[in-house]
């Protein structure tokens, strides 16, 4: 190895290779990360206007890693289950107390029942096999639960994986975003930019990439790309990546959440409260509601939300359908004259944007082992796959994703 080759190379300059070139430096091993995109942050980003395009929460905020550089770094934060109003519209109007409450009951049972099904010792199985059904609120909750928070519906993802990784609160968020506590924490690491990695040989002592930026070489690489990248195959792998590599990887695959910020001039605006959340029952079958939060930080935008197969519809349609959907939503819920009043959004949607290609995992059901196994080291350690994939608890958040890249490192490290 030449002077100037680092130690290890880290592709991905998202929260996980962040995490992962952090603490390599901090235990005097050179790194060079090397990140396609032309910023920082991956799914974490928070852009000039505020908005973060990825995450926003800082979920099960007390044993969340994150939420310590939060406060070490004089980042403001709010605790969103404590002022969000909850709102749900149900039978074309807003439900009353009784109702809400009917609703918050059948989120309580949901959990209970899910808990003691993956606790039950018989095999894996679809989420939905184990979910409550019949009662008035299930479907809606099973939607919210599935679609709308984990980017994907219960019938696709693995029972005991769900149960695994289900998070509770204190659900902060960043008056700052949380894309840019990500992009503070990297300042000062070695990070390329424009340069995405075409081919990783792992054959032999060590390890090369390349791509349009040359060759790089070094003892070890840890890759923190999204399992979308991986199963495109993007990064050719020489020699190819075994079988249960591969296995794992198309057993955990993105599902997609996209978000749509609406401006809306003050005083438009029904009258909620900062952070209130809207909600709309599921009217029959086949519908799939999505999401509101009003006037996050009290600014003027209606934040839209919606998750699972609807997004991927509406994805493959082009980013207008999605616009136009969620106006729809919102003309249903507050009539036509009120939608007219939302501005021109800025639109998340990472179904076809080719560095990820959807928004974050879940495992397949049968398929409750498969983070372990693509967190598993090659070649003696020298090719480390990372990321909120690799997480068995926080999968699927920035808290797994920065878990996952320390991991990494200190399996190189030891
Ligand atoms: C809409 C949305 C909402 C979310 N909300 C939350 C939330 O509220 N709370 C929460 O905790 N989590 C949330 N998440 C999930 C969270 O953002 C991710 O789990 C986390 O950011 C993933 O980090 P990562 O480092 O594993 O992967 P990534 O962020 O995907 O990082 C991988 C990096 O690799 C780069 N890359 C790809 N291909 C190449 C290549 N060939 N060569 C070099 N670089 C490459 C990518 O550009 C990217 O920067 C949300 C995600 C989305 C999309």
Redesign the pocket.
Known sequence: MSADEPDVLV???????IAAARTLHARGLSCLV????DRI????YTDATGFDH??????QANDNPLTGFAEALGFETVDHDKLRQRLLFTEGRFATTDERGAFAAAEDRFWRVIEAAAADGAPDRPASDAAPQGGRFDALVAHWEGAQICAAELSRMSLHDFAATALDGPNLLLRRGLGTLVSTLAEGLPIQLN???AQLDWGGSGVEASGAFGRIRARAAII???TG?LAQA??AFAPGLPAQTLDAIKALPLGL?T?LSFPVPPGTLPEFGPFASLRRDIAGPSDRPISWIARPFGAPVMLAFIGGSLAWELSRAGKHAAEAHARAEFAHVFGAEAAKALGVPII?D?GEDP??LG??SHAIPGAQAARRALAEPLADGRLIFA???CHPRFA??????WLS?EDAAHLILS
């Open positions: 592709v991905g300059a998202g929260v996980a290779g090397l990140e396609a995109k942050g991956g799914r974490a990825g995450a926003s929460w800082l979920h340069a995405p990695v923190t790309v999204s990248v993007s990064i959440l978000k998340t990472l560095q990820f928004s974050y990321g909120e994939t699927a958040t920035v808290a797994g994703a890249g």
